[in-house]
Each structure stands twice: as C-alpha cells, then as structure tokens.
C-alpha cells in the first residue's frame, strides 16, 4: 500500500501496489482524495489519512480474530488479537473469575461431611465422562471431588500400614539361606573334628587376656553378619596381627559359630568364640532382672504377640507406627542384646575393647580409637542429635522415653542428646569403678513395674540412662549410622566412613535391604565357601 501526493498538495491517492506495478497493469488506486484549499489544512488532512490508512486494517483484523471460533493456532498476530482484541471490543477474560468462584464452592465444601450415600466414581476418567452426562452443579462436584480425595488418602495410608507390617515381619524372621547355614555348620561341629579344634590354639591363649592387642567385642547369633564384620576389620586394618577378636553367641548358635571360624581361620587375626553358657558370671543370681525380661509373659506378648490388636491407626502417623513396630522386636528382650551391660564382669583382666553390633562393616583401620582420650569418661560414641540427616541424627532424649511419666520427667532432660550403640569405644578399667551396672539393673526394674511405659525401645534407653556423664563423643566419620533406617544416605558419606551401620530394619543380608548399600556389605561375603554357596546365601 503506497500514499501519492500530487505536486500542488491538492490531491492525494492510496494505492495497492507501486506506480511499476501500475505501468505493467498491477493492481489500481483505492482511493483518490481532492483536497479543497480553504476548509482544511495540508497538515490535518495528512495526519488523519495516514491514521486512517494504518489503522484501520488493524483493527478489522483484530476484530474478525476475536470473532473467530475454534482457533487452535496461534500466530503472531493471532496472540496480540486475543490479548488486545477483547480489551478493544470491551470484553474481559473470565478465567480469573471462575477460578475464583470454585475455590469459593472448595472453601464452602470443606467443612461438610460426604454424604455416606454419595456415588464416588473409581477413577478421573470416569468421573470426567460422568461430569459429561451428568449436570452436576458446582457444590456437587466439589463434593465428589473431596469424597474421591478422602476415599484415596484412606486406601494410601491403609497400604502403608500393611507395608510397614510386612516389613516388621521380613526384618524379624530368618531367612532360609541363614538358616541353613546355621543347620550345616552345626552338623559339621559333630561331625567334623576340624571344626571342633580349640579357638584360637593353646600358644595363643595368653593373647586373649594381653592389652597390647586391640581387642574387639562382637555379641551376635547370626554367623554370616559376624563372617562379615571380622573380616572387614582384618582387611582393613594396618596391623592385624594385632587384632584380637571376642565372638559371644548363644548356646543354639555357638556349634555353627565355632565350626565357622574353625573351619576360616582370620589369620593373622586371632578369634575366640564363646557361648554365654560358657561364662561362669553369667548366673541367674547376677541377672535376675534380664531373666525376668526375657521370661516375663507381659513382654513376650508385647513383642511377639499382634502388633496391630488395640493399636488406634487413625491417630498415628507411618513414621511413628515404624518407630513403634522398631521398638518391638524380638531381639531387644534377647539376653544376648543386653550382654554389652557386663563387658568389665566377662572380660576382668581388659582395661579397654572396642564393642560392635553384628549389622556394621569396618571400612578403615580402627587402631586409632585404643589412642583416644576418653578424659576419664567410659563410653567413646558418636552422638546422634548433630547431623544432615534429619530422621537418623536428630535424637535426643524425647525421642526414646515417655516425659509424661513423673519418674521420667523428674530425672531426665528431653533435651539431652542421645548417642549410638554399634561401635563404642569402652574403658574397661574406668567403668569398675561406677555403679552404671546397678543403674541400668533399677531403670529395668522401674519399666517392669510400670508395665513399659518409661520406654518402648530395645536396650538404648536403660543405657542412655545408665551411662549418663560418662559417655566422651568422638568423632562422627568414625561411626556412620542409618543405612537400614533409609536409603536416602549419600554414597560419598559412605565411602569415608571409618565404620557403617546397618542399623534399621533393611538388613543388608535381607531381601529388604537397600540396593545400592549392599554392596558395601557383600563384598566381605565369602561366595567361594561352599557352605555359603550350596546354602545359597543372596543369590
């Protein structure tokens, strides 16, 4: 389009096309405009034919847009049109509104209860193609929505608690290729004298009591987890020579536990295995109160009994139910759990061991905590109120015993932060000299009387009571905890660490164990033994 004006300003034409265009017989004049000399000025005259000849087009562009149905494109100029086109015509956009107006009906819905004879549909799809039959009007639909929403959340939190159940049940039961490790390495102890020869041999027998060595503790019944955490400390260690490790087990276990390091010797490590029934201490005159724990009918219902019977799901959270389910394992109302508590009465002539828990592997030589000052402290253990990881290193007091109870709350602070059995460093020598063994003995006592209601979980809680101004921390890298509470835990934190504990539910030798933290566990795993390999043991 092409504006010409005649030599006098007199006459002005709008064109389709150039005057070359009009030689050749393009496209003629749209418009030809005579300008009388005295009614208007050349100036006015021009500013409103140029106006008009721009603007004009526009807006019937803009317009037949905006008019147009069932535009599904948008070009450059179809974008500005429906952005300027209705604010031109006065029109409004009113999806703001109705936005407005259903969060108005949501607000108005959710103080009503679900009419219990209301029909939900099963899915989105079905209640979109319902909404296309079916009138609803906007309260109504609101409705479905929060019934659909409610009917979800129901099914979602019952599928985690039957979860949660299922995983209490793996977590406490054997597998079967643990088991029949235990029934082979049983039967070769009768069978086999090898496997009944005396651990360690006569010569080495002083070196069991010789506080030179580095002496490890390792109370377990389970003999693929203690393969696992002796063999990871004598191949991590700088001087295993100098290791000297003591295997406790119960009378069940001790055949299969002997017959295993009998038959694999950790030379040149030195290994003792010894059944509880074989310590003369340990009689029921100076463990009365853990008898009475392992044989009390109330307890052994607690722990065995239906974890689910009386239990108000409707006011607790997954996370706590786990806690719950945790707290209420088999093993923590075992002897052999509590054994810890009577390391200076079974080992007299130590004055310093390093205790292990059966679900830990040793990723660094371990020699350096014999030369930690304790600063006449008992316990070395890493405290777990500090730390990243919010549901592993975040306890403290609070999160172990009930301050609702008088006793507790006269005596203990909520605050206190907590610290971790698994890999403790003890001072044998300082530890005779207080009563924590009488303290840990009265708190039990306590617990018993008030039906469990001063704590619900294992053995940490009598300990953190019994132990209270004599535990010195060390340094957390030695003693990474949580990799069987969640997977969440970072590869490189577990690489560093001197000691990494399984501790939780997802065992490493279970079938629920965290899939990229296995194999920092396996691979101390002797898979060319042949009674791991005809046992089968985590193919």
């Known amino acids: 389009m092409q504006l010409h004006f005649s030599p006098s300003m007199r006459s002005i034409t709008i064109s389709s096309s150039s005057s070359v265009g009009n030689v050749n017989g393009g496209g003629g004049d749209l418009m030809k405009i005579k300008v009388a000399a005295r009614h208007i000025s050349y100036r006015t005259l021009f500013h409103t034919i140029l106006i008009l000849a721009f603007l004009l087009p526009f807006v019937f562009i803009l317009t037949a847009l905006v008019t147009l149905e069932g535009v599904n494109k948008c070009s450059s100029f179809d974008c500005l049109g429906r952005r300027l086109g209705p604010k031109l015509l006065g029109r409004t956009d009113d999806s703001g509104r109705l936005v407005k107006d259903f969060i108005k009906v949501l607000n108005q819905v959710n103080s009503e209860k679900v009419p219990d004879n209301l029909k939900l549909p099963s899915s989105f799809n079905l209640l979109v193609s319902e909404v296309k039959t079916v009138k609803y009007s906007s309260k109504e639909f609101a409705l479905i929505l929060k019934g659909m929403m409610e009917r979800f959340e129901r099914e979602i939190r019952e599928s985690k608690f039957a979860e949660l159940m299922n995983k209490h049940f793996a977590a406490s039961a054997i597998p079967k290729s643990i088991h029949c490790l235990s029934l082979r390495l049983t039967d070769e102890y009768s069978s086999n004298a090898y496997a009944r020869r005396q651990l360690p041999t006569p010569e080495l027998l002083p070196l069991l009591s010789d506080n030179s060595y580095h002496h490890f503790v390792l109370s377990t019944d389970n003999i693929l987890a203690a393969s696992v955490v002796v063999a990871s400390a004598v191949q991590s260690s700088v001087n295993p020579e100098k290791i000297v490790f003591h295997v406790i087990t119960d009378k069940k276990t001790y055949a299969g536990m002997h017959s295993w390091f009998a038959l694999n010797p ?274």
């Not at 970072?490 to 164990?513: C, F, M, R, T």
């Not at 920092?520 to 046992?535: A, E, G, H, M, Q």
Request: proline share 5%; with cysteine; aromatic share 12%.
């Open 266 to 539: 950790m030379y040149p490590a030195i290994v003792e295995v010894k059944g509880m029934h074989q310590f003369d201490w340990l009689t029921r005159e100076n463990i009365p109160v853990l008898e009475a724990v392992e044989n009390h009918y109330g307890i052994r219902n607690y722990y065995h009994g239906n974890h689910i019977a009386g239990a108000n799901l409707s006011d607790t959270t997954p996370r706590t139910f786990a806690s719950k389910l945790q707290a209420r394992s088999p093993k923590y109302i075992s002897l052999l759990n509590h054994l810890r508590i009577y390391l200076p009465e079974l080992f007299p002539n130590l004055h310093k061991v390093v205790f292990l828990d059966d679900d830990i592997v040793i990723q660094r030589d371990l020699s350096p905590l014999w030369e930690i000052d304790l600063n006449g402290k008992v316990n070395g253990a890493v405290e777990t109120c500090k730390g990243e990881d919010e549901w592993v290193m975040s306890k403290r007091f609070r999160n172990y015993f009930n301050f609702s109870h008088p006793l507790v709350a006269k005596n203990l602070n909520p605050d206190e932060c907590a610290w971790a059995y698994g890999m403790n460093v003890f001072d044998l020598s300082t530890w005779r000299k207080t009563n924590i063994r009488d303290t840990y003995h009265a708190w039990l006592k306590e617990n018993l009387k008030s039906n469990l209601t001063l704590w619900k979980l294992g053995t940490l809680p009598p300990a953190l009571i019994a132990f209270k101004g004599h535990v010195q921390p060390i340094d957390p890298s030695w003693h990474l905890l949580g990799l069987g509470y969640q997977n969440k835990t970072k590869i490189e934190d577990v690489k560093k660490a001197a000691v990494i504990h399984y501790n939780g539910q997802s065992k490493p030798w279970l079938e629920i164990g965290f899939e990229h933290l296995r194999p920092f566990w396996t691979k101390y795993v002797n898979y060319s033994n042949d009674f791991i390999r005809n046992c089968h043991v985590l193919e």
